[in-house]
Structures are given as C-alpha cells and as structure tokens.
C-alpha cells in the first residue's frame, strides 16, 4: 500500500504563493524603475554634451543651431555636426569617441540592473516569506485555534463568577482552576484587582473631603449658636465669633478650591498653556513674592546657572507657591528658607526649596504627597493647612514630566527638589 504524500504545513503553503507575488510585483516596478532612470540619464548626458559643446566650440548655445549626426559605414566613427540658421556650418567634431563613452556605461549600467532583478528573482521570495513569517505564525495558531473543540460550559462557568462577584469579595478575584482559561482569569483579575484599588482611593478621597469639610462647617455652626445665645449683647465674643467665621470661611473656600483643582485634573479637564520659560525668572518672582507676604521669616535666592523649562509658567509658581508656604508652616519665626535654581546633577533645570523647619521622618516622606496626609507632629498644629497642597504640587509636576528629590531628617529639616526635563531646544 502506498504512503499518502505528507502534506506541507499551512504556513509554507500560505507564505510562498503569497510571497512568490509580492516579490514579482516589486520586480516589476523595479524594472519600470530601472527603464525611467535610464531615459533620464541618458537624456541629461545628452544634453550636457550638446550644451558643452556649443559653448566651447561655437560661443554659445542656441536652440536653432542644427544638429546632425553622419556616418558612411561605421555607426561608432559618425560626425557630429552643428550649423547656424542660415546653413553655416559653425563646428564638426568625431562623435565617436563619445559614443563609445556612452555604449560602455551604458553596457555596465544595464549589467548591473539586470544582475539586480536576476538576483531579486532567485532571493526575492525567500527574503519576502522570512518577513511574512511572524504574520503567518499567527495566522496558522488562529487556525489551530479556531479547530479546536468549543466547550460551552466553561465560558459558562465563567460567565457565572463574573455574575457572581460581589464588590466587597472582589479582592479575592476569580479562580475557575482551568488552564484554557488561565489567560483570561489573569487579565480579569487584573483588571478587577484596579478597579477595586481605584474604587478604594476614590472612597477615601470622599471621606477624607468629608471630614475635612465637616471640621469648619461645625466650627461656624458652634460659633453661630454662641453668637445667637451672648453675641447679640456681649461684643467680644461678636468680634471673636466674626473672625472665627471669617476665617474657617476661608479655609472652607480654600479647601474647595483645591478639591475642584485635583477633580478637573483627575479627568483631564485641567488646561496647560506649555512653552519654553526661563525657570530663572520664575522663581526669582516667587522669591520676591515671598519677600512682600512672609515677613517672619528670611528667604534667601541662589542660582547656579541659567537654565530653560517647558512648561506653564502659572503652574509652576503655583507647585513653588506650595512648597514655600509648607516649609514656612513649619519653620520657626526668624528661620531661614532657601530657594535655589539651576541645573541638576545630569544637567536636567531643577529647583529646590530648603528649610529649617520640624522635617519629616521616612515614614512621612514616602507619603508627603498622599491627599490629606499630614504627619502625627503636625496633625493637631495649627498652620491652616488642607492637606492638599502637596498632592496639587506633585500633579503639577508630574504633567511636566518632573519628579521630586526630597531629603528630609527630624528636628533639621526638609529639602524639596524639583527636576524637569531639559527644554528641547
């Protein structure tokens, strides 16, 4: 009994139809490509020589000269002769010497393109399936894929955990315990596994706004109480309960703002007008700022060299505004902040904001940026702070491509370093 011919694999079968057409398609362009360049050369040499030689044997060029080639036998000793209107013979030359010129570069230049397609007709194809493989590789796994047998009751089973996950079990993901649905367990999973760390900072941001809401509002419901019962005669406590108000007001409105700020960055809907600014200049006009609105503390302006930031320049006075005012909550009356600009180790244009102040432990720095994260030293103090200020200063700079350098110890104090990309120039 004869043995059935062993079929080929449907990649070499695929590829090798296909490739064997793409490549005599670029053969054939190549070929028109080569024919068009070869007109056009031999139509400039033409004219070069035409033109060169009027100007060095007549004076000049004239399109109403006439030209002529003549030959007795021989084609390779023709004359080349030019004659001015009136039949005046102006010059004759031997043309044959240029003609052979041209019949040598010629032979060698058809030589080399018809050694190109011959080599292209040969390797053409191979090189063509070599590229195509990856794409037929995947072609013949769809296939394999596709022939495999569709077992509905697993993507049933599937379907039923999914229907079956509850949010407050949703850390423990799904786990069907089949290895043709492992893929699609671990993706799911994954994404479960954001969303459910998405859904829990979303659920402590609203609580911790709510708290922090609840604060003034209580302060001003307290104060009001009081102003209703002894305000109305007694005007100390009306002075002290207008300033009280006038001032959790004011945070209140504050801490709004800031949340309103984070809410339309945290959708994209916060606007940067980037350009290319001196970072020099915008911190030597915060640092003058400064000097007009904190008269308790001395500030102090180095800058190394001039250096270039793309960037908004509103935004980035605002992430300085906000570290300067965190350093000078906790830096002692009379203390020194320093603000410096230049170029960073690696050249990148940076920043800093250096103070004398309480620091932070490591603890606290790793979370300095977390929204309403305040350190224990400093939870009960009174500076007036949102907790916000630090979290709008990192997404400001995290959308100029920037990062923080923060070196901070207890008891000394803090250094912010703030390290941009280099301007493109």
């Known amino acids: 009994m004869k043995e059935k011919k062993k079929k080929r694999p449907f990649d070499t079968v695929r590829v090798t139809s296909i490739a064997r057409k793409i490549n005599l398609n670029y053969m054939g362009r190549l070929f ?12 400039l040499l033409a004219g070069i020589f035409i033109v060169g030689m009027d100007l060095q044997m007549a004076g000049n060029f004239s399109f109403r000269y006439t030209r002529e080639f003549s030959y007795k036998i021989d084609f390779w000793k023709a004359l080349y002769t030019v004659s001015d209107g009136s039949g005046q013979v102006l010059y004759q030359i031997p043309a044959g010497v240029w003609l052979n010129l041209l019949r040598m570069g010629g032979v060698i230049l058809i030589a ?34 596709s022939e495999i047998a569709f077992d509905e009751t697993k993507y049933h089973n599937l379907e039923d955990a999914i229907s079956n996950l509850k949010v407050e079990a949703m850390e423990n993901g799904i786990h069907m ?3 043709d649905l492992q893929g699609i367990e671990t993706a799911l999973n994954g994404l479960l596994e954001r969303i459910r760390a998405s859904y829990k900072q979303q659920t402590q941001f609203v609580s911790d706004a709510s708290h922090e809401l609840r604060t003034p509002i209580a302060v001003i419901q307290g104060y009001v109480n009081m102003l209703d019962r002894w305000g109305k005669k007694d005007t100390a ?23 309103l700020f984070l809410a339309r960055g945290d959708s994209n809907r916060q606007n940067l007008d980037m350009k290319k600014h001196e970072l020099n200049s915008i911190m030597r006009e915060v640092y003058e ?15 190394t060299e001039t250096v270039e930031v793309y960037g908004d320049s509103d935004m980035l006075k605002q992430s300085a505004r906000i570290l300067i005012d965190n350093a000078a909550k906790y830096t002692k009356q009379g203390e ?16 800093g904001i250096q103070d004398n102040g309480i620091g932070m432990s490591q603890e606290d720095v790793t979370h300095a940026f977390d929204r309403f994260y305040r350190a ?10 949102t907790g916000l200020g630090l979290s709008i200063a990192k997404w400001i700079v995290d959308k ?8 901070s110890r207890e008891g000394l104090g803090t250094r912010f370093s703030v390290v941009f990309p280099q301007a493109v120039q």
Do not use: C
Request: hydrophobic share 40%.
């Open 400 to 407: 100029h491509q920037g990062y923080y350098d923060i070196v």
């Open 376 to 385: 224990d030293s400093v939870r009960n103090s009174k500076t007036g702070g």
């Open 289 to 303: 700022e400064s000097l007009m609105i904190d008269e308790k503390h001395r500030y102090r302006f180095e800058e």
């Open 32 to 43: 028109m490509t080569y024919i068009t360049t070869d007109v056009l050369v031999f139509v």
């Open 177 to 179: 315990h089949d290895k």
């Open 112 to 145: 080399a393109q018809l050694l190109d397609l011959i080599m292209m007709a040969f390797s053409g194809t191979g090189q063509v399936r070599r590229e195509l493989r990856p794409l037929n590789q995947i072609a013949a796994r769809a296939q394999e894929l």
């Open 237 to 259: 406590i009306l002075e002290e309960s207008i300033e009280a108000i006038k001032n959790e007001s004011n945070h209140m409105q504050k801490l709004v703002e800031q949340l």
């Open 336 to 351: 020194e902040i320093l603000l410096r600009v230049g170029a960073w180790k690696d050249g990148s244009p940076f920043y």
